[in-house]
């Protein structure tokens, strides 16, 4: 999600970003241009350029494609949506994105965790707990957006696309073409210094986010049946002990989701680099890609501490909470009391029904205009919807702009991502001079491929959600996106995937979503479970736990889905039969003795990516479930 009040940008940035670039030129034609310089825009890029290197490379003579994109903020900017999962991390894996950088720039996750309350009964708490990826496979991350975005923009300047800031594309004076066999596309492009110029391009990319700029001359957003959710939050300090936060086994290195029955909150601790000026920022990065290209051991790395000291840089922990909550919730008439606004209101209003949120809330402290004047407090409302056209002649949407659901379980990035590798991976055949009948065949196929996604993350939404409408039900959720979504076959060889083949996983994976087990399961436990955001009813409660049991054992009788359960979730055996007494797991992250920070563990890095402090062998190594050496 982007936040939604404007936060000033730095001035006079652009210039310099793009003097960065091969040529910094605006471009009369290119055979790409992506309008939107985003998170989805920039993964598109980097992955059709590095397919188009690679095949030029085979091709000995051949040259790849032009791609330009075109932002029209003066530089990456604050957006929330702050974590990312394994599909991801495998991603900057194949690109070349080593982890020694990225835990530099990104805040250490492992894994997810869940805690479900009622506040009818304020002692009880559901929990559910899984590992993330192995250190010593890819990273999975604690991200702020300004900086994930600023690192893309970089590195996909150095595989050379055009990267242009401060580039405003007039919409309404492009004109999308009607057939397949039109030449080009023109659109007005203004730099705020100069006149219009025009850029005519063989594929515009539309990857403006919610704002659906190019989609939506084709067709209205539609909205999915059900109950949509509205989204609040603010950035928070935690400086006392995080031990006494009154959660079980609470690690603040997990994204950690608060669920109650309207909804649910997320407590993620992540690395700020705000207030640190654009060009001491991308020397930054520019210093740390030298390294990664270089493959310099980890250790050999400067910490964050010591790179924010060498380059003049502010960096700090933040903790970002926010609701997402139902937007049937009933609110009193007047929160007045609550508040000097809308999102701090419900925020305080629905974090004093919980004993154990409040509890949470006493040990963090509210951190004043973090990203800027007003910045304080932000607010997103209708979080669900889809474009029903996401492709035309000439034209694609992808990422946010093809739709989206709720930041439950991350989707924005780590599965919107599909559609951006989708159409990356279709580019080049469509650039190389198909047929207008070709042509018009393989943007009904992208239309087809986005089609189901968005309705399948919205049924596994309702389905999270409605469970949460009970203690005993909420694990449930997690438990069969974990089955259905890191069972499966295409989980198994994660290993082995490259950049020829990578796409297979990342546009395929759903979280499990699209898996005819889990469809089955959450269709049946929409109907049990559905209701309003209140406690759901002891008989319904009871029959669900039942069928979950009794599906869960028939997926894994299947042979369809494998894991080493007990090592990945707390709680659970190798069965899925949950087990309260069992908290165990596999030992992938442990806190610095120096900084206290935590960090992922990989067996052959001693010193700590935040602070440098050496650790002994012992503490660098991870542990299976049973505490044995994990190497």
């Known amino acids: 999600m982007a936040v939604s009040q404007a936060v000033p940008q730095e001035p006079c940035t652009a210039q310099y970003l793009n003097s960065l670039n091969t040529d910094s030129r605006t471009p009369a034609k290119s055979d790409v241009v992506v309008v939107g310089g985003g998170i989805h825009s920039l993964i598109y890029a980097i992955h059709a350029q590095k397919k188009f290197l690679a095949s030029a490379v085979a091709a000995s003579s051949a040259t790849a494609p032009s791609i330009t994109v075109l932002e029209k903020s003066e530089s990456p900017s604050y957006k929330i949506g702050e974590s990312t999962l394994t599909v991801f991390g495998l991603w900057l894996k194949t690109i070349g994105v080593g982890s020694a950088l990225l835990w530099r720039l990104f ?69 999308l073409p009607k057939e397949h066999c039109h030449s080009q596309v023109e659109m007005k492009v203004s730099t705020g210094h100069d006149d219009a110029t025009t850029i005519r391009t063989n594929l515009l990319v539309d990857a403006t986010g919610r704002f659906r700029r190019f989609a939506s001359k084709a067709s209205r957003k539609q909205i999915l049946p059900g109950f949509n959710t509205d989204a609040f939050w603010a950035y928070f300090e935690c400086p006392g002990d995080e031990s006494e936060i009154p959660l079980p086994s609470y690690e603040s290195c997990n994204t950690n989701h608060i669920c109650l029955p309207e909804g649910w909150a997320w407590v993620i ?14 020397a930054m990065i520019n210093f740390l ?20 000291k060498r380059f003049g840089l502010k960096f700090r922990w933040v903790v970002s909470i926010g609701y997402a909550l139902r937007d049937d919730v009933v609110y009193p008439s007047d929160m007045s009391s609550y508040g000097s606004c809308e999102a701090e209101r419900k925020f305080n209003w629905i974090t004093g029904r919980y004993a154990l949120m409040k509890g949470l809330m006493d040990k963090h402290r509210l951190v004043q205009d973090l990203y800027g004047p007003k910045s304080t407090w932000f607010i997103r409302k209708g979080l669900t919807y889809q474009s029903p056209t996401v492709a035309g002649p000439r034209w694609a949407a992808i990422g946010d702009a093809a739709g989206f659901t ?69 694990p449930l959720g997690p438990l069969w996106q974990y089955l259905c979504g890191t069972g499966n076959e295409h989980w198994r060889k994660m290993r082995t995937y490259t950049l020829a083949d990578v796409a297979e996983v990342l546009t395929s994976w759903e979280w499990g979503a699209n898996r005819p087990e889990f469809i089955a399961f959450a269709d049946r436990a929409i109907a049990i479970m559905d209701g309003p955001p209140s406690r759901a009813e002891p008989e319904a409660v009871a029959a669900l736990l039942e069928l979950s049991a009794r599906m869960v054992a028939e997926a894994l009788a299947s ?26 797991r596999d030992v992938l992250a442990r806190r610095c003795e120096a900084c206290r920070n935590w960090r992922i563990l990989r067996g052959d ?19 299976d479930d049973s505490g044995k050496d994990g190497r």
């Open 559 to 584: 042979d369809k889905y494998e894991g080493r359960w007990a090592g990945l979730l707390r709680w659970y055996d190798d069965d899925l039969v949950r087990c309260p007494e069992k908290t165990e």
């Open 605 to 623: 890095c001693c010193r700590c990516p935040t602070c440098g402090a050496a650790n002994t062998r012992n503490e660098i190594v991870k542990l």
């Open 406 to 474: 709720n930041p439950l379980y991350s989707p924005g990035i780590n599965c919107n991502m599909a559609t951006s590798i989708y159409l990356a991976e279709a580019t080049q055949k469509y650039l190389s001079g198909t047929k207008p009948d070709q042509a018009k065949q393989m943007m009904a196929a992208y239309n087809r491929f986005c089609a189901g996604r968005v309705p399948n993350l919205h049924r596994m939404n309702r389905f999270n959600y409605l469970l949460m409408r009970s203690p005993k039900t909420g």
């Open 289 to 308: 890609l030298d390294l990664n290209a270089q493959d310099v051991h980890p250790d050999e790395y400067p910490s964050s501490m010591e790179l924010a």
């Open 269 to 282: 601790r992540l690395p700020s680099w705000e207030e640190s000026p654009v060009e001491n920022l991308a």
């Open 107 to 175: 805040g250490p996750k492992d894994g997810l965790a869940f805690y479900y309350l009622d506040h009818s009964n304020p002692n009880e708490c559901g929990t559910f707990s899984a590992n993330g990826p192995p250190g010593d496979f890819v990273p999975t991350l604690q991200i702020e957006r300004k900086i994930s975005e600023l690192l893309l923009t970089l590195y996909a300047q150095r595989l050379g696309v055009r990267v242009l800031h401060g580039h405003n594309v007039d919409v309404d004076a492009t004109v």
